[in-house]
């Protein structure tokens, strides 16, 4: 089996739990300090040892993938103006990075939007990144999947613990821990109800696939929401090939959501080392 270069960023989605802001702006395009959400998952990509990305979006101007590109304009007035310091700033990926942009009118499931992008991944294994699942990991979590990958030769998704009142919220996986942190699964569903599954094992947003699953897909009827999901896509390929879930290393937020956004906000503002003190001083002005 071939090693992991391309993934899939689905980024089609309405962002209905950011309204009225994604009104205007689609929710990759969202900041998370000065960085559009997006370009935390592309980073990761791109350190995970993967060389090229498709999204899947419904703006047809391509706006995400024209902020990865040069504005030769902008860097060429900066450099007029000597600020070295705001190029550093830029998104710089390519050229070890390539951008591809596959249009989807209508959102109709993640598991659709992964469909989409079938004619430019071909027949090779591939990630999927859900852009509004931030990981930060010391070792990036698409590095921890390949791992497996590599080792297995099969699909493998990421999964984190969840309390019994959020089981509703994500695709819950049950199986069988063969090895540190790795499971075997055995069964998927999307947002079961808790007295459908005794497991706590979410899936969060990484994945690994075999190029098999897009066959899968294209016999995937509606699911949850009457939409394509990508987890009934899972479940038709577990009926063929093994699968795993490897319970990732890292601090996951959903900044898909109002408050999570608003955290992903303070996380990586705490991490600057230069607005910690003050952050923290202003954080506790709020509360006393
Ligand atoms: C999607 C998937 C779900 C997964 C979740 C992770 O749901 O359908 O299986 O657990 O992402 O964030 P969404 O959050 O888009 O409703």
């Not at 990305?53 to 419904?58: A, P, R």
Request: aromatic share 8%; charged share 25%; net charge positive.
């Amino acid at each position: 089996m071939k090693k992991v270069k391309k993934a899939i960023i689905p980024a089609a989605g309405r962002g209905t739990r950011l309204l009225p802001i994604t009104k205007i702006v689609c929710k990759e395009l969202v900041p998370i300090l000065d960085r559009p959400t997006v370009d935390y998952a592309v980073s990761e990509i791109q350190a995970s040892g993967m060389t090229h990305i498709v999204f899947v979006t419904s703006d047809k101007e391509g706006a995400i993938k024209n902020y990865f590109l040069e504005d030769s304009t902008l860097k060429q007035y900066l450099e007029e103006k000597n600020r070295l310091d705001l190029i550093e700033l830029l998104p710089n990926y390519t050229p070890s990075l390539s951008f591809d942009s596959v249009h989807q009118p209508l959102p109709s499931g993640l598991g659709a939007a992964v469909l989409q992008a079938q004619s430019a991944i071909g027949e090779e294994p591939f990630a999927v990144t859900l852009g509004d699942d931030i990981i930060d990991a010391q070792v990036p979590v698409l590095k921890q999947l390949t791992n497996v990958f590599d080792d297995k030769k099969h699909s493998v998704i990421s999964v984190m613990e969840v309390s019994q009142a959020q089981v509703p919220m994500y695709g819950i996986v049950e199986g069988e821990l063969i090895g540190d942190r790795l499971y075997k699964i055995n069964r998927v569903i999307e947002k079961p109800s808790p007295h459908q599954t005794k497991s706590r094992l979410a899936i969060i947003g990484r994945y690994i696939f075999t190029p098999n699953l897009f066959e899968c897909l294209k016999q995937t009827p509606k699911g949850k929401g009457g939409e394509i999901q990508l987890t009934d896509a899972v479940a038709l390929l577990l009926q063929n090939e093994p699968i795993y879930a490897y319970k990732f290393k890292g601090t996951r937020i959903d900044a898909g959501d109002k408050l999570g956004l608003l955290k992903a906000h303070l996380y990586f503002g705490a991490k600057e080392l230069k607005w910690k003190k003050e952050l923290k001083t202003f954080f506790d002005s709020l509360y006393s």
